[in-house]
């Protein structure tokens, strides 16, 4: 193999590697991260109570200094807990809900958590922020900045094979060797395969990454008809989700609420007093002019304390939607499952504007299924599994995941 040739070779292996490299540093960045999210977030935040305790100073409270319980407690919450009485404890003061075990999380993968829990904890509060009511900001995907720098790599290596080429021409001449004139770039075979396959590699994975996407909306939030904060509802105020959604634990669906639902308190509440809400891009709303505007819909006279006009609906802007060819019971995850709101909606309770928190792909409900244990006692919906209630009994297993009752079959969801 001549010189060029191997000098090519190993170039282009050079740029892989530290593309590789790269990318590789900033995944295990982001995996405490990435594995917080997917996984604990929607019951628990870093600084403050939600559906379990805060996680900032976890390992200096009760057993969980020694890692080895830790592990134990997040694999099977259920079996330590009658080991523990810590563990125990912790279950009654949160009302006797039961964390979910993850019995798929390595211990590396719990590590990261950890990790990136403390290196939260450790940040200053950000001042700017004090008393505005926003809503966590999109997590940023950097993909596309990873491409274009391995293209800027890529060529990078081929102007500098290109100058060592060059170079070697005038090396040549000066020693009196005679070579032929060097191939041009653009009828170089070794330099357009490179570029060809590089060209093929980078398309490939965007239209990948593109057509897996499709349709999804994830960290979709729309401008709404009505600014209508969930932080100030839900959250300050602890307007329950039911009296709004009234559907969201019996029904299919979980409705969108009518106007009336809405004038059952604003009839009374015609000006808005609490803390300032701001949005995203740092602009102010005013939270009275929200409320004229909700008068408007329901054709509301709030001076007349009547109604003089004829109302009519909302167009509110759907932002949960799945294909026409999924089915999808809300009741059944929400009475039957147990599940709480933040699992799938993330902490809607502290968001202004709501957007979509989860993918909601095929993927990211089977891994729910199959890490999500079913809540058996004193749920009449198992009743069916008299199998999975001996066993449990007599301790031949400690829980059941929805995957063990078929919540991975095709036709659960499509049929």
């Known amino acids: 193999m001549n010189q060029p040739k191997l000098l090519l070779r190993k170039s282009v292996t050079l740029c892989l590697v530290l593309v590789s490299l790269l990318i590789t540093e900033k995944l295990f960045a982001q995996d405490g991260k990435a594995l917080f999210q997917a996984n604990c977030a929607s019951c628990h935040a870093v600084g403050k109570k939600l559906t379990g305790p805060a996680l900032a100073g976890v390992e200096g409270r009760g057993p969980w200094s020694d890692r080895k319980k830790l592990y134990a407690w997040i694999h099977n919450p259920a079996g330590f807990a009658k080991t523990e009485p810590y563990a125990a404890n912790l279950i009654k003061e949160f009302g006797g809900v039961l964390m979910t075990g993850f019995p798929g999380l390595a211990e590396a993968e719990i590590d990261a958590i950890v990790t990136y829990i403390n290196a939260e904890a450790n940040k200053p509060a950000p001042g700017a922020t004090t008393g505005a009511v926003t809503a966590e900001a999109p997590a940023e995907d950097n993909s596309l900045l990873f491409g274009i720098l391995a293209m800027v790599l890529a060529i ?20 009196g060797v005679v070579r032929g004139e060097p191939i041009p770039f653009w009828r170089n075979k070794a330099y357009m395969s490179t570029l060809t396959i590089l060209f093929f590699i980078v398309a490939g994975y965007f239209f990948a990454q593109g057509a897996i996407g499709l349709g999804r909306q994830t960290n979709y939030q729309p401008e709404q008809p009505i600014y209508y904060s969930h932080k100030v509802h839900a959250g300050i105020n602890q307007v329950n989700c039911l009296y709004c959604h009234g559907g969201a634990m019996e029904g299919k669906h979980a409705n969108i609420p009518s106007v009336n639902v809405c004038m059952n308190c604003h009839m009374a509440i015609n000006e808005y007093k609490g803390e300032k809400i701001v ?27 009547k109604y003089t006009g004829e109302g009519k609906p909302i167009e509110w802007i759907k932002i949960h939607s799945l294909p026409d060819h999924v089915y999808f019971n809300h009741s059944q995850h929400t009475k039957a499952g147990g599940v709480q709101c933040q699992t799938c909606h993330g902490e809607i309770q502290n968001m202004g504007e709501v957007y979509q928190f989860s993918n909601l792909s095929m993927g990211w409900c089977i891994n729910c299924h199959r890490e999500t244990n079913v809540k058996f006692q004193e749920n009449g919906f198992y009743s069916m599994y008299e199998k999975f209630h001996n066993d449990i009994k007599n301790g031949k297993m400690d829980s059941v995941t929805v995957e063990k009752i078929g919540g991975t079959e095709c036709q659960k969801c499509h049929y």
Request: glycine fraction near 6%; charged fraction near 30%.
């Open 156 to 175: 990078v290596t081929l102007i500098l094979l290109q100058i060592n080429s060059n170079l070697k021409k005038l090396t040549d001449e000066k020693e």
């Open 279 to 305: 949005k995203e891009d740092g602009s102010e709303v005013n939270g009275t002019a929200e409320i004229q505007k909700l008068y408007k819909y329901a054709g509301w006279d709030p001076a007349a304390n």
